[in-house]
């Protein structure tokens, strides 16, 4: 179940909210406050995901209140700011708020900004899921590069350590591997069939036609979009596995 706050002082409001919520989300645990002080009581031990904040209540402005419960989160949260005033709009946007509901609110509007905050949350949990793997098999590296990898082709068989690949590279149906001697070797497999092996060996796919070992990935340059392999091989990174590379640098 994923927790949700709904701030509002109003508790026709708050109960409208909270029933069409329920009713489109069964994966939601709703709580409801009225005022800041019952919020900040029910905060600490609820820990919710996400947050629905009206901003004027009787007792204070909810930003203030915020910025403590972000200040000493011990997880992140998502917001999505309630008002009848606009003009309220700038200020929510800098305090990252996924949604902005203006009242009053739309069945429809309250449904779609929910439906994008918890969207949001499976993202993040995908990407703490690959953060865990990378540092996982970080801690290994050392230890696989002395395990051996056989490469073979129609005129003979090589036997490598993974620790002396650099990257390989698709060739058609075939795949070219470069050694850290910049010896050139070509296996008659296509570079899929190596992803398998070689990702829990420390090299990642970041590329359709890239595989590169990362324990020699020197530098990540942003504008060209690729990869440096002992300061100066580059190497494309594709734009659907950008994200993937990126959760392998919050693990360094």
């Known amino acids: 179940m994923v927790t949700c706050l709904v701030l509002e002082d109003d508790k026709r409001s708050r109960t409208w909210i909270a029933e069409i919520l329920r009713k489109e989300f069964d994966t939601l645990h709703i709580a409801e406050a009225e005022t800041l002080g019952q919020a900040a009581r029910i905060f600490p031990e609820l820990q919710p995901r ?3 904040l009206d901003i004027n209540l009787p007792d204070g402005n909810s930003f203030e209140l915020l910025e403590k419960w972000y200040r000493n989160r011990k997880r992140d949260f998502e917001v999505i700011f309630i008002t ?9 946007f800098r305090y990252s708020a996924l949604d902005f509901l203006l009242k009053p609110i739309a069945p429809g509007d309250l449904v779609s900004a929910m439906t994008k905050v918890l969207d949001n949350l499976k993202q993040q949990s995908y990407y703490l899921k ?4 990378f540092h996982n098999y970080a801690l290994d590296r050392k230890n696989h590069a002395d395990q051996k990898i056989v490469l073979k082709n129609t005129e003979q068989i090589h036997v490598v350590k993974t620790g002396d690949l650099l990257y390989a590279r698709a060739d058609n149906n075939y795949t070219r591997f470069i050694l850290c001697d910049e010896k050139q070797l070509i296996a008659s497999q296509p570079v899929k069939s190596f992803e398998l092996k070689l990702n829990p060996l ?3 796919r970041v590329h359709q036609s890239y595989l590169v070992n990362l324990a020699y990935l020197t530098a990540y340059r942003k504008k060209q979009d690729c990869l440096v392999l002992c300061g100066s091989v580059e190497i494309p990174v594709s734009q659907s596995r950008k994200s993937q590379v990126m959760a ?4 360094l």
Not at 84 to 92: C, D, N, S, T, V
Not at 130 to 133: C, D, K, N, S, V
Not at 248 to 251: D, I, L, P
């Open 84 to 92: 009848a005033h606009a003009g309220y709009a700038l200020e929510a």
């Open 202 to 204: 420390g090299f990642m």
């Open 130 to 133: 690959l953060e865990t793997f």
């Open 248 to 251: 392998y640098f919050n693990t």
């Open 50 to 52: 996400i947050l629905l």
